[in-house]
């Protein structure tokens, strides 16, 4: 009797999803499985090394809470984050590129009035930043009634759900344009800092001889009704680390000066396009 090879393992396993009443999630899952077989094969994995992998990942989800995900955090490492992004937001030439999300985004930031500051617990280190511009369409016209979700890290470089020294909701804001697209606020200049690298994204860095740095950036998630909405940063242009972004986020048109206090920069948004229903996998 012939010896049942790799290949007929592998069509065995995706016939079994033949029956799914789920088609798009039968079709990334067989996908899926089709690419871990061939990686597999390609490396010749070891049993070994199969069963640190299976460590690797079960200790990523021991590390997630409700301050950090560290699911998150290795997928902005490895790229494909910022890939979903690319290919989610394709947009039209001229408006505002995409970058990460990012592991700290918190819902339920306060909303702010325009001008006001997100500056919870200042600190003698600080060097204050007015961040102003308007949100704009492919046409340069305002946008009204868009909003600005926006958060930083303190002078220190850590979010307020990392350190226990910082109030809730420091260096966290909404704010909605007005007739005329403006927004304003007042934060921090955003200093360059260390993604954590005490769990198991942090060891795939290390191992591989990479840093765990990100160069100093404000987040932004922009939309408004009728418009694509954009997750993204402003990076400073003169921050370290621009050209070796552990998360692979930096965008030369995100690259903002941020000297004498000042930062100003305007959003360009897409208009909206209707979304395929079937592309959904709930």
């Known amino acids: 009797m012939a010896t049942f090879t790799p290949a007929q393992h592998l069509q065995a396993v995706l016939a079994s999803y033949d029956g799914s009443p789920h088609e798009r999630l039968a079709e990334i899952t067989t996908s899926l499985i089709s690419h871990l077989h061939a990686f597999a094969e390609e490396v010749q994995l070891s049993r070994h090394e199969w069963f640190l992998g299976i460590e690797a990942l079960t200790r990523t989800g021991q590390m997630c809470n409700g301050e950090r995900q560290e699911f998150i955090l290795l997928s902005d490492t490895i790229g494909l984050s910022m890939l979903v992004e690319m290919i989610n937001h394709r947009a039209a030439d001229g408006t505002t590129e995409p970058t990460v999300f990012g592991p700290f985004h918190v819902e339920g930031a306060p909303r702010k009035a325009m001008g006001d500051?997100?500056?919870i617990d200042p600190t003698d280190a600080d060097e204050t930043v007015v961040f102003?511009?308007?949100v704009r369409d492919p046409n340069g016209e305002p946008i009204a009634g868009a909003e600005l979700d926006v958060w930083s890290t303190a002078t220190n470089g850590l979010y307020d759900v990392q350190d226990a020294e910082q109030p809730e909701m420091n260096m966290r804001g909404?704010?909605?344009?007005?007739a005329d697209g403006a927004y304003e606020f007042?934060?921090?200049r955003p200093v360059q800092y260390s993604i954590?690298?005490?769990?198991?994204?942090?060891e795939l860095l290390f191992a591989n001889g990479r840093h765990n740095w990100r160069p100093g950036h404000m987040h932004f998630v922009v939309s408004a009704p009728g418009h694509k909405t954009v997750i993204t940063h402003l990076f400073d242009a003169d921050s370290d680390y621009l050209d070796s972004d552990a998360v692979f986020g930096v965008r030369d048109s995100l690259v903002v000066d941020m000297n004498n206090g000042s930062c100003e920069y305007d959003f360009v948004l897409?208009?909206?396009?209707?979304v395929d229903a079937d592309q959904d996998t709930a």
């Open 117 to 119: 500051s997100i500056v």
């Open 132 to 134: 102003r511009g308007v």
């Open 174 to 178: 909404v704010f909605t344009t007005g």
């Open 186 to 188: 007042v934060g921090v």
């Open 196 to 202: 954590p690298g005490d769990g198991p994204a942090g």
């Open 270 to 274: 897409d208009a909206d396009s209707p």
